[in-house]
């Protein structure tokens, strides 16, 4: 078992839809999660940050962490053409000091 | 913009050559990680350094590949005798307490082995 799985996608949602994207893993020492946001020939940009279980919202943008489902999602709402882009989790606070990354999911917002 | 700065964007080597990557850790930032992205393989961990010391270098191919982080000055990412394989978008990202703060990537160098 990979110890981060995304669905690689891609996922087309009409403009205005609620965006659902998710993570799950395998490594119950993970406590530290990121969210990343990458456009087409430029870096990850980082989106979200928490840590343990719970939820973070930022603007149109919210975070959960369900820790005993091994399970993180990303909400967007209201969503736009220009949230077409690659999103990526990442988590880490496992045993060594990587930041383990999900392959991502290619979104596609439809005008 | 106090941003992560990689250079080159794009550096065009023939089989054989040397590439160097560079990568300015934010301010303030004193772990530098470095990714390599191939498409639709998402980002995979190559290296994790502090300033003058090497802490993971587990991603990191055994021959023609190492990574430096000096007291002054950026990281560097060198492969020696490139081949066509090590064509690939490398991403330099930094951090203010490794693992324990989330990463802030550069926009990557992108390197083409002709």
């Not at chain 1, 110890?3 to 659902?20: F, H, N, R, T, Y």
């Not at chain 2, 961990?45 to 300033?51: A, E, P, S, T």
């Not at chain 2, 021959?63 to 950026?74: H, I, L, T």
Request: overall charge positive; charged content about 25%; hydrophobic content about 30%.
């Amino acid at each position: 078992q990979k110890e981060v799985e995304q669905d690689p996608g891609p996922l087309s949602v009409p403009e205005g839809a609620i965006v659902s994207l998710n993570c799950t893993y395998s490594n119950s020492a993970f406590q530290y999660f990121m969210w990343y946001r990458q456009y087409s020939r430029k870096g990850p940009e980082l989106l979200m940050y928490t840590y343990s279980s719970g939820n973070k919202e930022d603007g149109r943008f919210t975070a959960q962490v369900d820790k005993s489902s091994k399970y993180i999602s990303l909400f967007i709402r209201d969503s736009q053409p220009s949230d077409s882009a690659t999103y990526l989790c990442a988590m880490s606070g496992g045993r060594d000091d990587k930041i383990i990354f999900g392959k991502g999911t290619r979104l596609h917002i439809l005008p | 913009n106090a941003g992560v700065m990689q250079n080159p964007r794009h550096l065009v080597r023939r089989r054989g050559q040397e590439a160097r990557l560079r990568c300015s850790p934010m301010k303030g930032h004193s772990h530098v990680y470095w990714y390599r992205q191939l498409p639709e393989e998402g980002l995979k961990f190559m290296v994790y350094l502090q300033k003058e010391n090497i802490i993971d270098e587990s991603g990191m191919p055994k021959e023609r590949f190492s990574a430096e982080f000096p007291k002054e000055g950026p990281s560097i990412l060198r492969i020696q005798q490139v081949v066509r394989g090590d064509s690939a978008a490398y991403f330099c990202a930094s951090s203010q307490t490794g693992a324990y703060s989330p990463l802030h990537f550069g926009n990557g160098t992108r390197l083409t082995v002709t």
